[in-house]
Nanobody, 122 residues
Framework: QVQLVESGGGLVQAGASLRLSCTAS????????MGWFRQAPGEEREFVAS????????HYADFVKGRFAISRDNAKNTVYLQMNSLEPDDTAVYYC???????????????WGQGTQVTVSS
């Protein structure tokens, strides 16, 4: 079972930046589509961004508005989410996820991390 461990969350002021990292326990994740989801208190978990395994094609939720960037370093089994111009509405637990396909990732990823809290104060 692949384990995903997120890090990099924290408390920041509006307008600040954070970079989240997600490190996998196995190099096999280099063949996965990886992504980030988030869940705010009282809300459903929602898709944030994804990156495919081969060409590294990226997809983002509309609310990202060009503020976030997902990337991966397969040599380090790590996926990143660079978040800029953070807003209070970005406050949530951010989860890393992985699946064999982009569709699988969006519908129901096989692998989830435990989440990292991001809090943005106004």
């Amino acid at each position: 079972q692949v384990q995903l461990v997120e890090s990099g969350g924290g408390l920041v002021q509006a307008g600040a930046s954070l970079r989240l990292s997600c490190t996998a326990s196995e190099p096999s994740v280099s063949t996965y589509t990886m992504g980030w989801f988030r869940q705010a208190p009282g809300e459903e978990r929602e898709f944030v961004a994804s990156i495919t395994e081969s060409r590294g094609s990226t997809h983002y939720a509309d609310f990202v508005k060009g503020r976030f960037a997902i990337s991966r370093d397969n040599a380090k089994n790590t996926v990143y989410l660079q978040m800029n111009s953070l807003e209070p509405d970005d406050t949530a637990v951010y989860y890393c996820a992985g699946d064999w396909t982009p569709t699988g990732l969006r519908v129901g990823p096989q692998h989830w991390g435990q989440g990292t809290q991001v809090t943005v104060s106004s």
